[in-house]
């Protein structure tokens, strides 16, 4: 991992990732030990060994505290340009948990780059309005989140809708509840598609490696030698640029563990994301002419808005 410098009175310093030194996971410690006499003549070899579990966060829910800020606040008129974002109180829980079985996405996309479990997706009303039945129907909170039990998920799961659990994952207490929000196909492929276009049936979680790091500050106040240190995961969507009217924007810190096990759905499917946190902000109309001028200019002399073939991922 790198290493941390020594920051001086207003200065930062960003890292791509911190990597858990011991994933959740069941361990053991053997220790074995030669005991000697002191003549030298007599020896007899001792050990011990002892078992432990690591546990890591829920994917169902964030630990208590984890939220240090959000942007924009919730409420808050915005041009369309600007970003979400949410700061966590705890530097390390975007890699606590992986989403990447065996490291093979991170292998064959990223150079063994890490993966977040976690992603900041952003979505439009007319994306998240399908409800779909489930008995007794749920009450949609203020961003459009639905809080279902694993048995009604599992019901979910059986007819058209996808859900990233396990059929082990959802028998297990199922009446435990979820927090879900339900995105229709068009805005699942958005988020999840390859950007190349490609024909493909698994979804792509890769891009999710750029879009939560590490930030170290330490106070512009010289006798202030404290650091503050927290993990920001950013959202990669904005809003319309010729908006004429505000548009309110539901953003949802998802779960991408299960995601990439579903294929990408058709015309009609929705999926039921897991959502750790949501908030809502406004767009608004702004400068948004200059902005698409710029991006015009950018793609036309900046080679990463102008590739022509996508990398090679051949190890």
Same mark, same amino acid.
Request: no cysteine.
């Given at each position: ?218 106070? +512009? #106040?010289?006798? $202030? ?7 920001? /995961? &950013?959202?990669?969507?904005?809003? =319309? !640029? ?41 767009? +608004? #109309?702004?400068? $948004? ?7 015009? /200019? &950018?793609?036309?002399?900046?080679? =990463? !808005? ?10």
């Amino acid at each position: 991992m790198t290493s941390f410098a020594e920051l001086k009175p207003g200065q930062a310093q960003f890292l791509s990732s911190f990597q858990p030194s011991l994933v959740p996971g069941d361990y053991k410690v053997t220790v074995k030990q030669d005991v000697v006499s002191p003549d030298g003549n007599e020896s007899k070899p001792l050990g011990t060994e002892k078992k432990f579990t690591v546990e890591g966060p829920s994917q169902y829910q964030l630990p208590a505290g984890s939220i240090d800020s959000i942007y924009p606040r919730e409420g808050e008129s915005v041009p369309s340009k600007v970003l979400a974002q949410i700061t966590l109180s705890d530097p390390h829980i975007p890699w606590e948990l992986s989403p990447d079985n065996d490291s093979n996405i991170a292998n064959k996309h990223l150079n063994g780059s890490l993966i977040p479990w976690l992603a900041l997706l952003v979505f439009t009303e007319d994306e998240t309005k399908t409800f779909p039945t489930v008995g007794e129907q749920p009450t949609p909170s203020p961003t459009l989140s639905l809080w279902l039990s694993k048995k009604q998920l599992r019901e979910l799961k059986s007819s058209s809708t996808q859900v990233p659990l396990s059929n082990q994952d959802l028998d297990d207490n199922p009446h435990t509840g979820v927090n879900t929000v339900v995105v229709d196909s068009s805005a699942f492929r958005t988020y999840f598609s390859r950007q190349m276009g490609h024909e493909e049936t698994e979804p792509a979680i890769a891009r999710y490696s750029y879009l939560s790091h590490i930030r170290r500050s330490r106070s +512009t #106040k010289a006798q $202030d030698s404290s650091t503050d240190t927290f993990s920001i /995961t &950013l959202g990669h969507r904005s809003g =319309p !640029l010729e908006v004429e009217a505000a548009v309110a924007a539901y953003v949802h810190l998802v779960s991408l563990m299960g995601v990439s096990d579903l294929i990408v759905p058709g015309q009609s499917d929705p999926t039921a994301l897991v959502s750790l946190y949501s908030w809502s902000f406004t767009w +608004t #109309k702004g400068n $948004d002419a200059d902005v698409k001028d710029v991006i015009k /200019t &950018l793609s036309k002399n900046v080679r =990463p !808005l102008a590739r022509i073939a996508e990398p090679s991922t051949d190890q």
